[in-house]
């Protein structure tokens, strides 16, 4: 199974409002299943709107989108990678479509899962960023024991990679996490086409727009929070 984002989940404090604002304010397609909000992408469920789980919230996480990527062999690769450092979050478990997964820190302190079920169709609107004080190291780490595959030469700031051989470019990892107001994390980016309106929008709708920075191929990204503090990106899509 090739490497990539099987599944996305937002845990929130407030589900039904974090729906409104992702299908209003960033034009995600959110549809009701079962008492789930799923994140759908070419007719396809790619992730979820959830509740933050109480004990959680009680130990301070604040809302997030947590990614979670696709392995061949669950086990093997939990013990690979807790031997060079990642930490487990919790047992393994079993979504509703019948897939196993954990959640675990990186040895970066990103928060991440890993799962049996395979990669999803997300590069059409999807772009994601990992940010870590050394991003040379979690090149290496990703590279090694995830199937990340760097592409071209690293810029001193950060490195652009892509999931499998001569697929596009899914994202870069940087070392972002060296300013002391950014933390560890994978960063979920959204692209849209609209970006100035969808801007707009984010901030009318009692959003946060931290910045807005020009990248090396002329396109804009602003990372942003949600109104109920969960952090996420906007990446203007560029044309074909």
């Not at 928060?111 to 609107?125: F, G, I, K, Y």
């Not at 051989?165 to 849209?192: I, K, M, R």
Request: hydrophobic fraction near 45%; proline fraction near 8%; charge should be negative.
């Amino acid at each position: 199974m090739a490497a990539g984002i099987a599944w996305l989940e937002l845990r929130t404090t407030a589900p039904a409002e974090a729906a409104r604002f992702y299908a209003e304010v960033v034009g995600l397609d959110l549809r009701e299943l079962d008492g789930r909000s799923l994140v759908i992408v070419d007719e396809v469920a790619v992730g979820e709107i959830s509740e933050l789980p109480v004990a959680l919230r009680e130990r301070g996480v604040p809302a997030n989108w947590l990614t979670r990527l696709s392995v061949e062999d669950l086990p093997a690769t939990l013990t690979a990678v807790e031997a060079v450092g990642a930490v487990r979050l919790g047992p393994t478990r079993r979504s509703p479509e019948g897939f196993e997964f954990a959640a675990l820190f990186d040895p970066f302190q990103a928060a991440l899962a890993l799962t049996t079920q395979p990669p999803a169709p997300l590069s059409r609107v999807l772009w994601h960023d990992h940010h870590s004080h050394d991003h040379p190291a979690a090149t290496r780490f990703y590279a090694e024991h995830l199937g990340l595959v760097p592409v071209g030469a690293d810029s001193g700031k950060f490195q652009a990679f892509a999931w499998a051989p001569g697929q596009p470019v899914a994202g870069a990892l940087t070392s972002a996490a060296q300013n002391p107001l950014v933390h560890d994390q994978w960063l979920t980016a959204f692209e849209v086409e609209d970006f100035d309106a969808r801007v707009a929008g984010i901030q009318a709708r009692g959003g946060v727009v931290v910045g807005t920075f020009s990248l090396p191929d002329g396109s804009r990204f602003s990372p942003c929070d949600d109104p109920q503090g969960a952090a996420f990106g906007l990446r203007e899509r560029r044309p074909s």
